[in-house]
C-alpha cells in the first residue's frame, strides 16, 4: 500500500494500468489531489473546497526543495519561477506551463492558483500585481458559461505572458483564442449564456437598470428565462460587484464601463425584435418589438431607422447604382442575431486590448525581460450536439498533445540515438496524422471549409461531401450516414461526431454590409471604436481612432479578402506554438474524476479514459527510465563553474582555443577541454545514474534540484561573508563618526579654555595696574557695551541656543516607532559636509517633494475637503516619524491619512497592536483609490475609509475606529494645509474688525516657523508687518478663500451629483416605458 501511495508515480516498482489508477485513486481518498509524474503534475478536481491554499501553506512553497513537502500547484509556480531566473539546471530562460484536460477538470481554477503564487513569488510592492490577479475574474464574467460538463466553462482559451524584470513582474498580455460568439444567441438543453448577462440583470439597482434600460429578465429571448433560484441570484449580485471592482482595479474608466454595459443591454434587446412582413411584402418590426427596437437603437446610439434598415435589407453599389435588396423573414433574424454576436465578439476584444494596455505601464520594448507564460485554454469536448465552436476546440487540444507528445517523446528518443545512449524506444500514440487530416493544404478539413465559404452559393452539405469524397477510407475519419450534414472524427481522446449545419457562416463570420457604417457613427463613442477598429491575423482586435480610419480599410473589412474564422484561428494557433517551443515547457495535466460533478467520488472508467488518450502511462515510463535535462557541455560547465575546484580548466570554447594554438586540434580539443571541466564539476558531486554522450549530458529530473542544493549551500556562504562584510563597513563608519565628534568637541572645549585663560590674564593684568597706580579707591565703572542686547523669543527655550554637542547615540528599538540611525544628528551646527553625490540626492528629494505638493494643490485639494474644510484626519505632507509620533499615545486603531513626499499619492499611518504601520494609498489612472496590496479599488479617500472600518486591512485585518484629529483646533498644523483651507480662522472675523494685538504670536504660527525654519539659519520671530498691510494682505486672503470657497462648494456639489449616463438616456428611458405599457396590455388581453 505506500508503493501505491507514493508521491511520484515514476518511482512505482510495477508500472502497469492498475497500478497506475490504485495509486492515484488511493491519494484521491485521502484528498491527495496532487501527484507527481517525475517534473509532470497530476490534478485531481475534487469538486469541494480543501484548505491546500492558505497563506502558510503559500510561504512554504516558496524556494523549497521538492522532495521535502508534497506535490502541489505551487511547486510548478515556484519551479517556472526559479527557472525563470536561471536559479535551477537551466540559466535564466522563458517558461511556460502547460495546462490540459477534458471541460470541468479544475484547468480555469489552477491558472488562478500559479497566478496568485507567482505573484506572491515576486511581490514587489506595486499595484501591478494585484491588477494582474483581477484579470481572471473579469475575463471569466465575459468568457466563461455554464455547460453541461462545467458550470464555469471557458468559452475562449488564453495565454497569459508574464514579463519580468530583476525578478519582478513588469508588464503582462493576454492572448485570447476563439470566443464562442454563437452562445450569445443560443444555448442548448442545460446551459446558459455568458456570466455577464445574468451578473447584470442580478447586481444592477433599479435605479441603474432604467438607465441602462434592462428589465425583468424572463423578458429577454437570448437568455431563455433560464435565471435561476433566488439562492443563484445572490450569487450573480456578488459576481458583478467582483467584476467593477475588478474593472476599477485594472484601470477602466467610469464613463467606458457605462458605455460598455449599455451595449451589453441593447444586444439583449435587440433579440427581442421580432419581424413580420406588410402587404408589399417588406418587413418590419411587429408591434409587441417596436419598444425593444426603440430601447437597441437608444443603447447602441443610432437612429432607429437607420437600425432596422439594415435588418430587413442590404443595400450595395454596383457601377455607381444603388441596389436594394429586401431580405427574407428568415435573413432578417439571421441578421440581427449576427450583430448581436459581432457586437458582443468585439467588446470582449476591446476589453482584452484595454486589459493589455492598462496592464503594460511605460514598457521599454529595448529592455530585455525573462517571460512566464500560462495557457489555459478549453479543454476536450464531446457533447450530444458538436458544431463548429466544438471543431476549433478540439483541434487545439490535438495542438496540445502534439507539443506534449514532441517534448516528451519525440525530442528525447532522438537526442538518445544521436548521441549514442543506450535506450530501448517507447512506443506511443502519435497524432500527427490527425493534426494533417485538420491542417493540410490544399486538402485538409480548414482549407476545404475556407474554399467552400468563398462560394455564397454553397451550403454545409456540400462542404460535408467534400469531406467525405477527399477522406473517404482515411483512419482517423468516418463518414455518417444521415439526412443532416454530419461526420466523425477520430482524435487521441475518442471520436467525434459533428453537425456541420451553420459551418460555413460561422466560418464566413459576416456581418450586414450597412452595420458597420451605421455603428461608426454611433453616439455611443465605445460603439464606435469597436466597430472603428481593424482585426489581425490572428482575429486580435485593433482599436483605433475614428479619424485615422482610411476608405482602404473600410472596404477592405467587407471585402472577400477578409480572413475567415478558421483561417485566424490557425494562425493563432502557430503563433502560440511558436512561443511555447521556444520556452521551457511545465506540465499539468488535469483529470475529472467523475462526469457529474460529485465531491468524493472516483469513476474509474471515466478516469482511465483520460489517463490512457493522455499518455500518462507511457509518461511515466519514459519519466522513470529517460532523461529530461539534457544539457550540453558547455551549457553545463558555465551554470556550474563556481563548483568548479581547478579554475586553469577551459570552461568554453574561446578559453580552449587560446590554450590550444594548433588549427588542426581545436575542435578536439575544445570538446576535450570543456568535459574536463564538466567531469570535475560531477566529482565534487554525488550524482548517479548519469550519462555522458558525445556533445552532452543527460540527467534525471531530480539531478536539477541535487545541483541546486550544493549552489545554495555556496550562496549561503557567500552571504555570510557578506553580512559579515557590510558588518565590518558599518562599523568603521560609525567609528570614524564619533571620532569626527570627539575631534570637533575637543576643538571647542580647547577654543574655551584659551578664551578662559585670555580672560583671567586680562584681570589679573588689570589688578596689577591698579596696584602699581595706588590711586585711592572708586566705584568701579562698567566697561561699555559694544552692541544693543537683542530680545530672546519666548517660544524658543534658552536652552537651545547653546546645544550640547554630543557624540550619535544609536536610537533604543521600540516597537511603537522605527529606528533612525540617530537621535541628535544634524542639530544646529553639527551637520557633517555632504559630498556631490549626497547633494544631488538631497535636490532631487527636495524636488520630488515639490512636485508632489503641486499635484496635491492642482488636482487632489478639492477632492479632500470637505465642507469648506479639510478633514480632521488629513494632515498634509508630514513626515513619517511626525506621523507616529502623533499616535505614541493614541488608542488602537487610530489612524491618520498624509502626503506622500516623495510620490503622487497618500499614506495610511495606523495605530497597530504593537507597533505603527503605515500602507501606501496609489491613485490610479482612472482617479480610484487602492491601499497597495488590497483587492478593492475606492472612488475617494473618504470611501476607503468607511469600507475599512467594517473590513480589515491586509494582512493583519486590523480595523481603523477613530481619526487621529489635528493638534490644534483653530488652524492646521501644517505648512501644506494652512494655505488651502477654505475658511482660516484668522480671517473668519468681520472685516472691520482690527487684526488682535497677540496674533503676531500666535502658538500655532510661531509652531508653524520653528517647523519649518532652514537648518542653516536661527530661528527668529514673525517677521513684523505694518498694521495697515497685514489688515490689506487679510482682506485680500479673505476675499480669495471666499471665491475658493464657493467654487469648491459648486465642484464638489457638481462631483456628488454627477453620474454617467448613456449617450441617449431620454430615449432610452421612453423605449422603456413603451415595452411597460405593451407588455401590460398584451397580459390584460385574455382577461377581456
Known amino acids: 500500500m505506500a508503493v501505491r501511495t507514493q508521491e511520484d508515480l515514476a518511482t512505482l516498482s510495477e508500472l502497469d494500468e492498475k497500478s497506475l489508477l490504485e495509486s492515484l485513486s488511493n491519494r484521491f481518498q485521502q484528498n491527495h489531489i496532487y501527484t507527481y509524474i517525475g517534473d509532470i503534475l497530476v490534478a485531481i478536481n475534487p469538486f469541494k473546497y480543501l484548505p491546500l491554499y492558505e497563506k502558510t501553506v503559500s510561504e512554504k512553497y516558496k524556494c523549497h526543495e521538492k522532495g521535502d513537502l508534497p506535490p502541489h500547484i505551487f511547486a510548478v509556480a515556484d519551479r517556472a519561477y526559479q527557472s525563470m531566473l536561471g536559479r535551477l539546471a537551466t540559466g535564466p530562460r522563458n517558461q511556460c506551463i502547460v495546462i490540459s484536460g477534458e471541460s470541468g477538470a479544475g484547468k480555469t481554477e489552477s491558472t488562478k492558483l500559479l497566478l496568485r503564487q507567482i505573484m506572491e513569488l515576486c511581490k514587489a510592492n506595486s499595484q501591478l500585481e494585484q491588477q494582474i490577479l483581477q484579470v481572471n475574474p473579469l475575463l471569466e464574467a465575459f468568457g466563461n458559461a455554464q455547460t453541461v460538463m462545467n458550470d464555469n466553462s471557458s468559452r475562449f482559451g488564453k495565454y497569459i505572458q508574464l514579463r519580468f524584470q530583476n525578478s519582478s513582474v513588469k508588464s503582462a498580455k493576454i492572448n485570447e483564442y476563439l470566443l464562442e460568439k454563437s452562445r450569445v444567441v443560443h444555448q442548448d438543453e442545460g446551459e446558459r449564456n455568458f456570466h455577464i448577462f445574468y451578473c447584470m440583470l442580478a447586481g444592477i439597482s433599479a435605479e441603474d437598470k432604467e438607465m441602462y434600460g434592462l428589465l425583468d429578465p424572463d423578458l429577454y429571448r437570448y437568455i431563455n428565462g433560464k435565471y435561476g433560484s433566488p439562492e443563484m441570484v445572490n450569487k450573480w449580485s456578488t459576481k458583478y460587484n467582483e467584476v467593477c471592482n475588478a474593472m476599477d482595479m485594472v484601470g477602466f474608466e467610469e464613463q467606458e464601463q457605462v458605455d460598455m454595459k449599455t451595449i451589453l443591454a441593447g444586444i439583449l434587446s435587440l433579440g427581442n425584435i421580432k419581424f413580420e412582413p406588410q402587404e408589399t411584402g417588406i418587413l418590419k418590426a411587429t408591434e409587441q418589438s417596436n419598444g425593444w427596437l426603440k430601447a437597441a437603437a437608444g443603447q447602441f446610439g443610432v437612429q432607429e431607422e437607420e437600425l432596422v434598415k439594415c435588418l430587413i435589407c442590404t443595400t450595395s453599389v454596383t457601377r455607381g447604382e444603388s441596389i436594394k435588396r ?269 462526469a457529474s460533478k460529485q465531491p468524493d467520488l472516483l469513476d474509474s472508467k471515466v478516469v482511465m479514459d483520460q489517463l490512457r488518450y493522455n499518455g500518462l502511462l507511457e509518461t511515466i515510463r519514459i519519466r522513470r527510465d529517460g532523461f529530461s535535462w539534457r544539457p550540453s557541455f558547455e551549457e553545463f560547465a558555465q551554470r556550474y563553474r563556481i563548483l568548479l575546484i581547478k579554475p586553469d580548466i577551459p570552461l568554453n570554447k574561446e578559453r580552449a582555443q587560446k590554450v590550444n594554438s594548433t588549427p588542426d586540434t581545436v575542435l578536439e580539443t575544445d570538446l576535450q577541454g570543456i568535459m574536463q571541466s564538466c567531469l570535475c564539476i560531477l566529482n565534487n558531486t554525488d550524482l548517479k545514474d548519469w550519462k555522458c554522450g558525445s556533445t552532452r549530458f543527460f540527467f534525471k529530473y531530480w539531478h536539477q534540484e541535487q545541483l541546486a542544493k550544493c549552489i545554495d549551500r555556496l550562496g549561503k556562504a557567500a552571504t555570510v561573508i557578506q553580512k559579515m562584510y557590510r558588518g565590518f563597513c558599518c562599523k568603521k563608519k560609525y567609528v570614524a563618526l564619533v571620532a569626527e565628534m570627539r575631534l570637533r568637541r575637543e576643538q571647542e572645549m580647547r577654543q574655551l579654555k584659551q578664551e578662559e585663560e585670555k580672560r583671567r590674564q586680562l584681570e589679573i593684568e588689570q589688578l596689577e595696574m591698579e596696584q602699581e597706580n595706588q590711586s585711592p579707591p572708586t566705584a568701579p565703572v562698567p566697561f561699555p557695551r559694544k552692541r544693543k542686547p537683542q530680545p530672546r523669543p519666548r517660544s524658543i527655550p534658552a536652552e537651545t541656543l547653546q546645544p550640547r ?85 493614541k488608542s488602537l486603531g487610530c489612524f491618520l491619512i498624509r502626503v506622500s513626499e516623495s510620490r503622487e499619492g497618500y499614506t495610511l499611518t495606523f ?15 482612472n482617479g480610484k483609490y487602492v491601499i497597495l496590496g488590497e483587492a478593492r479599488a475606492h472612488p475617494s479617500l ?147
Not at 873 to 889: C, K, N, S, V
Not at 911 to 925: A, P
Open 326 to 594: 429586401n431580405h427574407s423573414q428568415q435573413q432578417a433574424e439571421d441578421a440581427r442575431d449576427s450583430i448581436a454576436k459581432v457586437a458582443y465578439g468585439r467588446v470582449f476584444g476591446w476589453i482584452v486590448s484595454k486589459i493589455n494596455e492598462l496592464l503594460a505601464p511605460n514598457v521599454d520594448l529595448n529592455e530585455e525581460h525573462q517571460e512566464i507564460g500560462i495557457l489555459d485554454i478549453f479543454g476536450f469536448e464531446n457533447f450530444a450536439v458538436n458544431r463548429y465552436e466544438q471543431l476549433c476546440i478540439n483541434l487545439a487540444n490535438e495542438q496540445l498533445q502534439y507539443f506534449f507528445n514532441h517534448h516528451i517523446f519525440l525530442m528525447e528518443q532522438k537526442e538518445y540515438k544521436e548521441e549514442g545512449i543506450k535506450w530501448e524506444t517507447i512506443t506511443f500514440k502519435d497524432n500527427k496524422p490527425i493534426l494533417d487530416l485538420f491542417l493540410a493544404k490544399p486538402f485538409g478539413i480548414f482549407s476545404l471549409l475556407d474554399e467552400q465559404s468563398a462560394f455564397p452559393k454553397a451550403t454545409d452539405t456540400n462542404f460535408v461531401d467534400k469531406l467525405n469524397s477527399n477522406f473517404k477510407g482515411k483512419p482517423h475519419f468516418e463518414i455518417v450516414r444521415s439526412h443532416n450534414p454530419m461526420f466523425t472524427v477520430v482524435h487521441y481522446a475518442g471520436k467525434v461526431q459533428y453537425n456541420a449545419s451553420g459551418f460555413l457562416e460561422k466560418n464566413r463570420d459576416t456581418i450586414p454590409a450597412n452595420i458597420r457604417g451605421l455603428f461608426i457613427n454611433s453616439v455611443t463613442p465605445l460603439l464606435s471604436v469597436l466597430f472603428a477598429a481593424t482585426i489581425s491575423r490572428t482575429g486580435t482586435l485593433i482599436p483605433q481612432l475614428r479619424a485615422k480610419l482610411s476608405q482602404a480599410v473600410e472596404d477592405n473589412f467587407n471585402s472577400t479578402r477578409k480572413q475567415s474564422v478558421g483561417a485566424q484561428f490557425k494562425h493563432s494557433l502557430t503563433v502560440l506554438m511558436e512561443k511555447m517551443f521556444a520556452a521551457n515547457p511545465h506540465f499539468i495535466r488535469c483529470i475529472k474524476p467523475n
Open 911 to 925: 495605530r497597530g497592536k504593537d507597533r505603527c504601520r503605515h500602507y501606501m494609498i496609489e491613485m490610479q489612472t
Open 942 to 1088: 473618504l470611501d476607503l475609509i468607511e469600507y475599512h472600518k467594517k473590513v480589515g486591512i491586509l494582512p493583519f485585518l486590523e480595523l481603523l475606529t477613530v481619526p487621529c484629529g489635528q493638534r490644534s483646533n483653530v488652524e492646521p498644523d501644517y505648512e501644506e494645509l494652512k494655505n488651502l483651507m477654505l475658511i482660516p480662522s484668522s480671517l473668519a472675523a468681520e472685516e472691520d474688525s482690527e487684526p488682535s494685538e497677540h496674533s503676531s504670536s500666535d502658538p500655532v504660527h510661531l509652531e508653524l516657523l520653528k517647523l519649518f525654519a532652514p537648518l542653516d539659519q536661527n530661528q527668529t520671530m514673525e517677521r513684523q508687518v505694518p498694521p495697515v498691510l497685514k489688515r490689506i494682505s487679510e482682506k485680500k486672503l479673505k476675499t480669495e478663500a471666499k471665491e475658493s470657497q464657493r467654487n469648491c462648494s459648486e465642484d464638489h456639489e457638481e462631483s456628488s451629483n454627477r453620474r454617467h449616463f448613456p449617450r441617449l438616456y431620454p430615449s432610452i428611458r421612453l423605449a422603456m416605458r413603451e415595452i411597460q405599457q405593451v407588455q401590460q396590455h398584451f397580459s390584460e388581453c385574455p382577461k377581456d
Open 805 to 889: 554637542l554630543l557624540p550619535p547615540v544609536p536610537r533604543p528599538r521600540s516597537k511603537l516607532l522605527e529606528a533612525t540611525p540617530f537621535d541628535n544628528d544634524l542639530e544646529n551646527g553639527t551637520v557633517l559636509h555632504m559630498n556631490a553625490q549626497e547633494e544631488a540626492e538631497a535636490k532631487q528629494r527636495w524636488n520630488k517633494r515639490c512636485n508632489t505638493i503641486r499635484w496635491f494643490k492642482e488636482t487632489q485639494a478639492r477632492k479632500v475637503v470637505r465642507n469648506g474644510a479639510f478633514p480632521n484626519w488629513f494632515h498634509g505632507m508630514i513626515t513619517r516619524r511626525q506621523a507616529e509620533d502623533l499616535m505614541t499615545d
